[in-house]
């Protein structure tokens, strides 16, 4: 529970307030005074008796009660300073944008330790140290700016960075977007971003509450406490956009798998983003433009008519929307199409770019706009995109777009790319409470993302059914590190994962008895493999094809004195396409799934899916249709195709076994998915 004397205080005093307002101390007291606050503020400074009009004190010791402080003090001063203001003067509320704490050194970090320590025995709450501060629509506790447009319907913006917040709420003003709340959670010494996300969804209330939150984040502390609250806001009814940085390969133990080695910070945030239902943005840029998205009526289908009076913007943006999977169909043979195109100039086309020409007019795109919403059953949503060569206003045109944005129920997205030749035009439509976007092809790219992201997985799924009394007793009696062949073969079994059904026989009359056994022929051919050796190809312990008993006996001679061998492998070929599936724990994201196709398109390509466990069979497949390589699951030029079913029943199952495991490879065809070759690596 965040406390209400940091989000509505009566009082709030600024530690180290300065009348030079280049100065942390003083910029803070500016933006404080200037902003909604009507409570008591109060400044602390021994070198001043008033500062920007305001009764000075010398110390904290003086003062009187206060909810709230904002220290823009040096670190070494900040730890007796909420000592006395927790436990003389009753504040509960705290924003340290002072640096030099656990960012910098162990002595910083021992400050910071004491003063989380203090707030936390009163029942308070901190934002920072080392951060640009709070706000909200009750006052300004922050010492940069710009400062935000506030609104209760804006966005909710959580960052790590206090410099980034600055650069994205600079760039998301100057297109019109609105802003209900910014934390800058700097150390997060106490608060961190999952604090700030369980507050906002523990108080969520419909009707009053910001529907859209933006995060910046170069860390995820607790990453299931943000798919919890993430996923619940979502389904409320909340849409959140995020960047998280720091995307490289993190961990680097060296990799005995293939899963090992995609297995990074970054695919792990990808599927965490994936199930909560967070659009995960790679820029500022693409972060507020996504916001913006959510800031307008929500999409129904993916179906786009592009209404444009310049050619080439609409080609670019059509070019982004199809090449990310929605549509822009054509309109010319349309029953309304003969109608419209009479209203409009000759050489407009209706095809779909909507073109009505560099002379077109507001009352022409009054009828594109009304047809669009009337008559054109197959669209979704539209994007106007309207400029200027500088020859004329275009207020009339933008007071007109203005009107059917708020009367339409099909969404439209406005482009006014003419950000010098009409900036008071633009300026004006974005004082009326509207969002620009300014690059058709960065909102086109942001379009495709918010349709794209698939709804939250719910928390609890139906998994299949597996024989846990019967893999408990596996786990039990093996010792940790990669499992014998019939030791993980059991465990395939358990959880009813297909495999292959092969023997290991560590004589040679074994091998010809399970050659006789299975037909050993030209129409079952064995395959003969080493047990021992880590890497079997490379030292020539591999045989395929084999379809006779005499093959079979001088096989079992050659494999069985490869160094390292204790046993030969044997089992009748399998045939299919090369498909993959593996698993891997993370300590912080817990269980990850890894599945796609097999041999160079992992090896090479890493062309694979990646989700946090547990995943569904339904999941899975709907996550199989966005490999590169699907259609060769499909099947292509005459190849059988893989049984998908079979495939994403597989995936689902070793999710509920969640092992370390390689299933490399698993032949698959319309008859059966059937791990051909399997490496488990056990760890209680």
């Known amino acids: 529970m965040i406390a209400k004397e940091l989000l509505n205080p009566r009082s709030i005093v600024i530690c180290g307030a300065s009348s030079d307002i280049h100065k942390p101390g003083g910029k803070a007291l500016k933006n404080l005074l200037e902003s909604p606050f009507k409570g008591q503020v109060y400044a602390v400074n021994p070198k001043e008796t008033e500062v920007q009009g305001i009764k000075c004190y010398a110390k904290v010791d003086d003062l009187p009660q206060v909810d709230c402080a904002i220290l823009c003090i040096a670190a070494k001063f900040c730890a007796q300073t909420v000592d006395v203001l927790t436990q003389q003067k009753g504040t509960k509320g705290f924003i340290i944008v002072s640096a030099g704490f656990s960012e910098e050194n162990a002595e910083g970090a021992a400050i910071e330790k004491h003063i989380v ?220 199409s003969p109608a419209l195109l009479e209203k409009l100039f000759g050489g407009s086309s209706v095809g779909n770019p909507i073109d009505f020409l560099a002379t077109g007019t507001a009352e022409q795109l009054g009828y594109i706009i009304d047809t669009v919403e009337n008559e054109y059953t197959d669209i979704d949503f539209s994007v106007v995109i309207f400029g200027s060569p500088g020859l004329f206003s275009n207020k009339e045109v933008y007071d007109l777009l203005d009107a059917k944005m708020r009367t339409c129920k099909k969404p439209i997205f406005p482009v006014l790319p003419s950000i010098i030749n009409v900036k008071e035009e633009i300026e004006d439509f974005i004082a009326k409470g509207n969002i620009n976007f300014p690059e058709e092809c960065v909102l086109g790219n942001a379009l495709v993302k918010v349709y794209n992201t698939p709804k939250p997985q719910p928390e609890k799924v139906e998994q299949p059914a597996i024989d846990v009394a019967r893999i408990r007793a596996t786990v039990e009696r093996c010792k940790d590190g990669y499992m014998e062949i019939s030791d993980y073969n059991e465990l395939l079994d358990a959880a009813g994962i297909s495999r292959k059904k092969s023997v290991e026989v560590s004589k040679k009359e074994d091998a010809l008895a399970f050659a006789k056994e299975v037909g050993c022929s030209k129409d079952v051919p064995l395959v003969m493999k080493v047990v021992g050796p880590l890497h079997k190809s490379d030292v020539g312990g591999v045989t395929l094809g084999v379809k006779d008993l005499d093959t079979v006996a001088r096989e079992f001679d050659r494999l069985i004195v490869i160094p390292e061998t204790y046993a030969v492998e044997m089992y009748p070929m399998l045939d299919g396409t090369d498909v993959y599936i593996g698993a891997i724990r993370d300590p912080k994201f817990g269980h990850q799934i890894f599945f796609g196709l097999g041999g160079i398109f992992i090896e090479v390509l890493k062309d694979v899916q990646s989700a946090l466990a547990p995943i569904t069979k339904d999941e899975a497949k709907e996550m199989l249709t966005k490999l590169k390589g699907y259609k060769i699951l499909e099947g292509v030029r005459g190849q059988e195709g893989v049984n998908i079913d079979l495939y994403a029943e597989q995936v689902a199952r070793v999710s509920a076994l969640v092992a370390e495991m390689d299933l490399n490879p698993l032949l698959g065809n319309p008859r059966y998915v059937t791990a051909v070759d399997a490496r488990i690596r056990l760890e209680k």
């Open 117 to 336: 320590d203090a707030i936390n025995a009163v029942g308070g709450s901190l934002i920072g140290p080392n951060c640009t501060g709070f706000l909200n629509t009750n006052y300004a506790g922050c010492f940069d700016t710009p400062i935000p447009k506030l609104d209760p319907k804006g966005v909710d913006f959580i960052t790590g960075s206090g410099a980034t917040a600055v650069f994205i709420k600079e760039y998301g003003m100057s297109n019109g977007l609105k802003f209900n709340s910014v934390w800058a959670v700097g150390n997060s010494a106490q608060l961190g971003i999952e604090d700030v996300l369980e507050h906002l969804d523990s108080t969520f209330n419909p009707e009053t509450s910001s529907h859209v939150i933006m995060l910046y984040m170069e860390k995820i502390g607790d990453p299931q406490r943000l798919l919890k609250h993430s996923r619940s806001l979502i389904n409320k009814g909340c849409h959140i956009a995020a960047i998280k940085s720091g995307g490289s390969a993190a961990g680097s133990r060296a990799a005995s798998s293939h899963t090992g080695a995609l297995a990074t910070n970054d695919a792990a945030v990808d599927a965490l983003f994936r199930k909560a239902g967070i659009v995960r943005c790679q820029n500022r840029q693409e972060l507020t433009t996504v916001c913006g998205v959510f800031m307008y009526p929500e999409l129904k289908g993916n179906r786009c008519a592009v209404i444009t009076h310049a050619g080439g913007p609409a080609v670019m943006l059509t070019d982004v929307l199809s090449n990310g999977g929605m549509e822009v169909p054509s309109l010319k043979e349309h029953p309304a």
